[in-house]
């Protein structure tokens, strides 16, 4: 267990974003913001297929080799329970986890976050279904697939988090383990962010 955890740590220390701080694309040195909702979205079965077929491609890169899973769960009293959620990871395969509990003082309020950890090395968990949880969430899905969701390269030191239907951030320690990722899906970056992106790998 913290093994699993403290590799994960450790990645994330190198990739410059410790604390895993919100959103990962604006606060992580080297970063790509791909748009991954498109199209229709009153047609949602389209518009959900379009996403998860980009996270797809992305996730079976060839420069991309997930080996750890991790999901963030702040339960509440509307939308997110730990039982919602690890029902839904069961359904898809994942089985056995490690849990770390963290708890942050926020204006006096003491937020409980379970964060969970998969090995995926070797895991034939259903990551498709797992992305179709993540795209849905927000059209009545479950919500706490929503933003929790990360899958690390632990021996590239990539870090791929699909937030919501909207789109995706892949961040890393050295700018040309995701240079490929740049090329191959180039006309997926997010336009709003396209120049400090382009700023990043043509200068």
Wanted: include cysteine; charge should be negative.
């Amino acid at each position: 267990m913290q093994d699993l955890i403290k590799k994960f740590d450790s990645a994330l220390c190198d990739i410059g974003n410790s604390l895993l701080t919100q959103p990962l694309f604006y606060n992580s040195p080297i970063s790509i913001r791909f748009e991954i909702g498109y199209g229709d979205i009153d047609n949602q079965e389209n518009y959900f297929n379009h996403a998860v077929d980009r996270l797809i491609k992305i996730y079976n890169h060839n420069a991309f080799k997930p080996d750890i899973l991790r999901i963030n769960i702040i339960e509440d009293d509307c939308f997110v329970s730990k039982k919602s959620v690890l029902d839904a990871c069961r359904a898809i395969g994942l089985g056995e986890f490690f849990e770390r509990l963290d708890e942050s003082d926020i204006d006096g309020e003491i937020i409980a976050e379970h964060q969970l950890y998969w090995n995926i090395d070797k895991s034939d968990f259903d990551y498709k279904k797992l992305f179709f949880e993540i795209v849905r969430g927000d059209f009545g899905g479950n919500r706490g697939f929503v933003d929790s969701v990360y899958f690390l390269d632990s021996e590239n030191h990539i870090l791929f988090h699909p937030y919501d239907d909207r789109g995706a951030d892949l961040i890393a320690a050295d700018r040309e383990k995701i240079r490929c990722f740049y090329d191959d899906f180039n006309e997926w970056i997010l336009d709003y962010d396209r120049e400090k992106i382009d700023k990043l790998f043509l200068s």
